[in-house]
């Protein structure tokens, strides 16, 4: 189930005509003390802008898989999450797609001539951190060779589309500035996915099986 019969890249195309159901659908995956926050945030001007790439590529089987990284343990507020590739603007990237491919490579090694760019989910801005992210979903026709940066990452996590697509949302205890939570999240992998980055997937699961199901 790949790009090699077109109907996964034919589906991702959709994405540029798809109306995003945006934060609105999203309490079912939304920790719940950021729910009210949420309908009712307005982002503060000097927040912190990031992007990052939900990337999806053919494995060695034609199968497709997303690629997800677990963070290094730092002193941060997203130490040892879950996240897809991707970081804050610096000065010398042109636009937000530049920053999402540029710490795409720096951080698992893909060069930016090895994706296809389709679009943007909605934007999230995390409070904790004051950063308001960018997400871009594209693909590669190549089956990819990870290089993972020791610095930033401990983990290259790509699991499988047909595994996310019937991903269950269940609650998990984490750890968040020295107090536990339970927040509604995805296991992928035995890893917890909570936050910005379960909404990302969330979002786009929701584009995808409309899609598929059209």
């Not at 990337?55 to 898989?65: E, H, K």
Request: hydrophobic share 40%; with cysteine.
């Amino acid at each position: 189930m790949f790009l090699n019969d077109n109907s996964f890249k034919k589906i991702l195309l959709k994405l540029n005509d798809f109306n995003l159901p945006g934060h609105d659908s999203l309490s079912k995956i939304v920790p719940p003390f950021r729910t009210k926050l949420l309908k009712n945030m307005t982002i503060p001007i000097d927040c912190k802008k990031a992007a990052v790439l939900m990337l999806f590529y053919p494995d060695s089987n034609s199968d497709t898989r997303m690629v997800l990284i677990l963070r290094n343990k730092y002193n941060g507020i997203h130490s040892n999450q879950i996240s897809f590739p991707g970081g804050k603007v610096d000065d010398l990237d042109k636009n937000l797609q530049q920053t999402a491919l540029r710490e795409t490579f720096e951080e698992i090694g893909v060069n930016s001539s090895l994706i296809k760019i389709v679009n943007k989910l909605s934007s999230v801005y995390i409070p904790p951190s004051n950063f308001h992210v960018q997400p871009f979903v594209g693909y590669s026709e190549n089956n990819l060779v990870f290089k993972a940066d020791k610095k930033e990452v401990a983990l290259i996590i790509t699991p499988l589309l047909k595994d996310l697509l019937n991903l269950k949302i269940v609650n998990s205890k984490v750890s968040i500035r020295g107090y536990d939570h339970e927040v509604p999240s995805y296991l992928v992998d035995n890893q917890v996915l909570w936050g910005a980055t379960a909404m990302m997937v969330y979002e786009f699961m929701e584009f995808y099986l409309d899609m598929s199901n059209s």
